[in-house]
């Protein structure tokens, strides 16, 4: 008897719930380096240079750089098992970690790292496409997009609680090992849709020149990656500056993260997936401005939270941007899939966040660790925060990036044809 699922009976409310936890998994595998910096910093003896080194360029530049070809191989084959086989290696990798003895050993992990990870988002976000019609995407890439919070949620406070009761080498291994788990499940249910396997495949090299001719997309991708500087490196260091700066333990500052970015950011990207799709019914340049508005209260708002006079402000006033600074993945990545013909999405998606992750992973951390050991000399301990806090300017530069498309994506909207949706 065949158990294989039948796409009939594959409901898209499954395929998402799946490829959610994936994406939990994918974040959660992130952000616990975040939580165990002060533990590795301190056994590998290590500068806040090389921690943000490897929190950024290993990960960021092969994340970045196969995100294409993978993508690329998904559209042709089969978008599915490429996430499958994605999510099977960056787990192993992650476990990995837990193994490192040396600053090189953990660099070259990072690197598979984001080798695995590079195959797993942009399919995702053309499956997603696929299976929900425009009218829903917004909300359903949103809902995807949960995993952002709810992985760094979950890796700050899993991580702080295994290192805590036994090590930050088990935290690594208790992860790795459950996402290589998650992945044959993955392969099982999650099937691509028919109609899209039987659509004609656009060759790669019509891909890039559409998008290079687009300012519209240039604006939207510096403009994502602006915030993702800023956001990918507050999320590495916050916990180290809540330990410098505040005094707080390892449990406590994985809690009290926790809660901002698990309140925080599922409010905030689940309200920008919404607000999305009812605004930009009837006016597309909602699909920028909503994000231009968020990162402009982003800014300052993080800078004041971090240099709040105690905790009790600093949790008040985070809270704020943890919900601000990630409502534009729901809006922005619908737009990014609408900038093309159904057939080119995931590659498309993919050189979205080639120039997204570039920037915002490969610099943010490695930002942050830099301006805190050239600061040292001057703050001391409090460094590290006064680095956090300059690099909250990339907000600002986002939100009149992002203000700029307004106009331009009113008349830049390919939808979807009647062949091509489901």
């Not at 993260?257 to 920008?272: E, H, R």
Request: proline share 5%; net charge positive.
């Amino acid at each position: 008897m065949n158990r294989t699922p039948d796409l009939r009976r594959t409901s898209a409310s499954l395929v998402l719930a799946l490829l959610l936890i994936a994406y939990i998994f994918n974040y959660l595998d992130r952000q616990i380096l975040g939580i165990l910096a002060g533990n590795i910093i301190a056994e590998l003896h290590l500068t806040d240079r090389q921690f943000g080194l490897l929190s950024g360029p290993p990960f960021a530049i092969f994340y970045s750089l196969l995100g294409i070809p993978f993508a690329f191989l998904a559209d042709r084959t089969s978008r599915s098992r490429v996430i499958a086989a994605a999510v099977a290696l960056w787990s192993a990798f992650t476990a990995l970690c837990g193994a490192a003895t040396s600053f090189w050993h953990l660099f070259i992990f990072r690197m598979g790292v984001g080798v695995g990870e590079a195959g797993g988002v942009a399919p995702s976000y053309a499956l997603i496409a696929d299976y929900f019609p425009r009218e829903r995407r917004a909300r359903a890439l949103a809902i995807f997009s949960l995993g952002v919070p709810i992985g760094l949620a979950l890796g700050t406070l899993i991580g702080a609680y295994i290192a805590a009761a036994i090590s930050w080498r088990a935290a690594f291994f208790a992860m790795g090992i459950a996402g290589v788990i998650l992945a044959p499940i993955m392969l099982y249910f999650v099937r691509d849709p028919a109609k899209r396997q039987a659509a004609a495949i656009a060759p790669i090299g019509a891909v890039f020149p559409m998008l290079a001719r687009m300012p519209l997309f240039w604006l939207l991708a510096f403009a994502a990656s602006c915030s993702s500087l800023s956001g990918y490196g507050l999320a590495v260091w916050i916990p180290t500056v809540l330990q410098r700066s505040f005094g707080m333990g390892l449990i406590a500052r994985g809690q009290f993260v926790a809660s901002l970015v698990f309140i925080g950011g599922c409010t905030g990207v689940f309200a920008g997936g919404w607000l999305a799709d009812r605004l930009g019914a009837r006016d597309r340049g909602w699909y920028a401005r909503l994000p231009a508005i968020a990162w402009l209260v982003t800014a300052p708002t993080f800078a004041l939270g971090l240099l709040a006079p105690n905790l009790p402000v600093a949790w008040v006033l985070l809270l704020i941007p943890n919900a601000l600074n990630i409502l534009w993945l729901g809006p922005v990545i619908t737009a990014v899939q609408h900038l093309v013909p159904q057939r080119m999405r995931a590659t498309a998606s993919a050189c979205f966040l080639l120039i997204n992750n570039l920037i915002g992973l490969g610099v943010g951390p490695y930002l942050i660790g830099w301006l805190s050991d050239a600061l040292k000399h001057s703050y001391g301990s409090d460094a590290l925060r006064y680095a956090a806090v300059a690099v909250t300017v990339f907000y600002l530069v986002a939100g009149v990036l992002m203000l700029l498309c307004v106009s331009r994506l009113r008349y830049n909207w390919v939808e979807d044809s009647r062949s091509e949706n489901i």
